[in-house]
T-cell receptor
Framework: GQQLNQSPQSMFIQEGEDVSMNCTSS?????WLWYKQDPGEGPVLLIA?????ELTSNGRLTAQFGITRKDSFLNISASIPSDVGIYFC?????????????FGKGTHLIIQP | DAGITQSPRHKVTETGTPVTLRCHQT?????MYWYRQDPGHGLRLIHY???????DKGEVSDGYSVSRSKTEDFLLTLESATSSQTSVYFC??????????FGAGTRLSVL
């Protein structure tokens, strides 16, 4: 099946730093989703992207839908302790289908005091 | 958790026993999903439903069955649990835009 490759796998940063992570696919996606998961909880949707080139913000988070439709980027500005968690990219593998999402393996964000 | 309740939240069981996990939603969404989450694998789709009594297999469906007799409930059954099914199980629901909302998860240990 289709795979989403997320990088980096882990990030160790200092509070206040900006964060960048990305997700790539070998095939085209028509929707890109970014989720965050806190320990012991389910993933929570952060941002949804629907058009190639789209840039969308949610507070300190900004995500972009790559022009090639095979990648997406998530940036977090001025990180704070509550940003710690696992960030997943995801997308529906089939256009218009509701038969599940393909997920990347996640980027672990760790903030050092 | 977008009106999604998973039960139980934690369960320990023995190899060979049947186990049923329940997902209940109050959003009246048509689509419901079961995923499992394992270290190094991320979230993988087990089964999904696109309506009452309409279900289909996902990427890792072997050893699992599902049922949906009402819009609000989606059950995941392990007919005979194995140690490889030790995992965290998440239910998700979806509206027409493919955006999925997740429950809090069920942590299952098969000894």
């Amino acid at each position: 099946g289709q795979q989403l490759n997320q990088s980096p796998q882990s990030m160790f940063i200092q509070e206040g730093e900006d964060v960048s992570m990305n997700c790539t696919s070998s095939s085209i996606f028509n929707t890109w989703l970014w989720y965050k998961q806190d320990p012991g909880e389910g993933p929570v949707l952060l941002i949804a992207l629907y058009k190639a080139g789209e840039l969308t913000s949610n507070g300190r988070l900004t995500a972009q839908f790559g022009i090639t439709r095979k990648d997406s980027f998530l940036n977090i500005s001025a990180s704070i302790p509550s940003d710690v968690g696992i960030y997943f990219c995801a997308g529906p593998p089939k256009q218009g289908g509701a038969d599940g999402l393909t997920f990347g393996k996640g980027t672990h964000l760790i903030i050092q005091p | 958790d977008a009106g999604i309740t998973q039960s139980p939240r934690h369960k320990v069981t023995e190899t060979g026993t049947p186990v049923t996990l329940r997902c209940h939603q109050t959003e009246n969404h048509r689509y419901m999903y079961w995923y499992r989450q394992d270290p190094g694998h991320g979230l993988r789709l087990i089964h999904y439903s696109y309506g009452v009594k309409d279900t289909d297999k996902g990427e890792v469906s072997d050893g699992y069955s599902v049922s949906r007799s009402k819009t609000e409930d989606f059950l995941l059954t392990l007919e005979s649990a194995t140690s490889s099914q030790t995992s965290v199980y998440f239910c998700a629901i979806s509206d027409l835009k493919n955006i999925q909302y997740f429950g809090a998860g069920t942590r299952l240990s098969v000894l």
